[in-house]
């Protein structure tokens, strides 16, 4: 099966690149990322080869249609892989785990889009985070994603939603509205589980120098599957309220963001309960950009994760610098620091902290070319 969806797949890419200059609305894209990463895990050294560090590695088919009267119909399929072992990235069982989605577009009323998508407070977030959310080396993705016993049963967004309805607004004087309702959906990889209908609303500004966005979500319960937990966990009903601004003054863009993940009470007896796993936690970032120079590019961030009501918290920081070879290609270098307190066990994705309070240092290298 998965040779005959590989074949499935390269048929499509060749018959989308051998046409792209007969259909000018279809685009054939993509990224290779790759890097060396130094990882000091709790007094444990380590060297790895990893991919995505600056941005995930992705091939992807994206186009429109003008249909008249000012309508288009657009779509976007997007694939991602690790460059460094040719292996798909996250789900193995999902052909276009970044997107795959659907729609329609108009230039006065906005647009509506069908299928795997961004969420929109993904997007109210993006602008203020000096890593891009980067899902393998960004602090904001290190909390986000934080495997932690105080917050098991806490739902976090996850950036992306399946089975999902979004609306974006058109740009009015800088103000744009977002909208999202996706059906429950569930996976197998990295954890078998599923999750409830999801709300998601967001609005955003942009302008003389100011970005500024609020954002709502409400995630309908659902359930996953542990190793070593007796029965499957619950994951909690669960709202996230998110706050986002930058502001930008010559070549520094200063930028903050906030979100606080608040989930329904566990009932009592259940295994959520039992675990004491259904705490609310708050993450907290601010950081800047620095464009040097036209093809150099200096990042700072700073992070705060706090689980309410326990001994659990962390905070990082990290230094980032970018060089742009060309208009595709750059190399960068990542240098971060994360401090775990209590139980807390904070790392960067694909990291397993050594143990509870245990601190990480990381330091890479890495090369990114975009086609």
Do not use: C
Request: hydrophobic fraction near 40%.
């Amino acid at each position: 099966m998965h040779s005959s969806r590989r074949m499935m797949v390269g048929a499509a890419l060749f018959a989308a690149a051998s046409g792209v200059e007969a259909q000018t609305s279809v685009t054939l894209y993509g990224l290779a990322d790759v890097f060396v990463q130094y990882l000091n895990n709790g007094g444990m050294g380590s060297w790895s080869q990893r991919s995505g560090g600056s941005s995930g590695s992705n091939f992807g088919l994206k186009g429109s249609e003008d249909l008249g009267n000012g309508v288009k119909a657009v779509f976007t399929l997007e694939n991602g892989f690790n460059i460094n072992n040719g292996t798909s990235f996250v789900d193995s069982t999902a052909m276009f785990y970044r997107q795959a989605w659907v729609g329609l577009s108009h230039d006065r009323y906005g647009s509506i889009s069908f299928g795997r998508q961004y969420q929109p407070t993904f997007w109210a977030i993006y602008p203020t985070d000096p890593f891009r959310a980067n899902e393998v080396l960004s602090p904001l993705a290190a909390a986000a994603t934080a495997v932690d016993r105080n917050t098991f049963a806490v739902q976090t967004g996850g950036g992306r939603s399946s089975n999902a309805m979004v609306y974006k607004s058109p740009n009015v004087g800088g103000v744009q509205l977002w909208g999202m309702y996706a059906l429950a959906a569930s996976v197998t990889q990295p954890l078998p589980a599923t999750t409830g209908n999801m709300l998601d609303l967001a609005v955003t500004y942009t302008g003389y120098g100011l970005y500024a966005a609020l954002a709502y979500q409400k995630q309908h319960p659902g359930l996953k599957t542990v190793p070593g937990l007796p029965s499957a966990l619950p994951s909690l009903s669960t709202e996230h309220f998110t706050g986002a601004l930058a502001y930008r003054v010559g070549i520094v863009n200063l930028s903050f963001n906030y979100v606080y993940h608040r989930p329904a009470d566990a009932p009592a007896g259940s295994l959520a309960a039992r675990l004491n796993a259904a705490h609310p936690f708050s993450v907290m970032e601010a950081g800047a950009t620095v464009q040097a120079t036209a093809v150099d590019a200096i990042q700072l961030a700073g992070i705060q994760r706090v689980a309410r009501g326990v001994h659990d918290n962390a905070w990082g920081v990290q230094l980032g610098a970018e060089h742009s070879l060309s208009k595709r290609t750059l190399i960068y270098a990542r240098a971060g620091y994360i401090r775990n307190n209590g139980t807390s066990t904070m790392s960067w994705p694909g990291v397993t902290v050594s143990g509870l309070g245990r601190s990480q240092t990381l330091a890479v290298t890495g090369l990114a070319h975009r086609f």
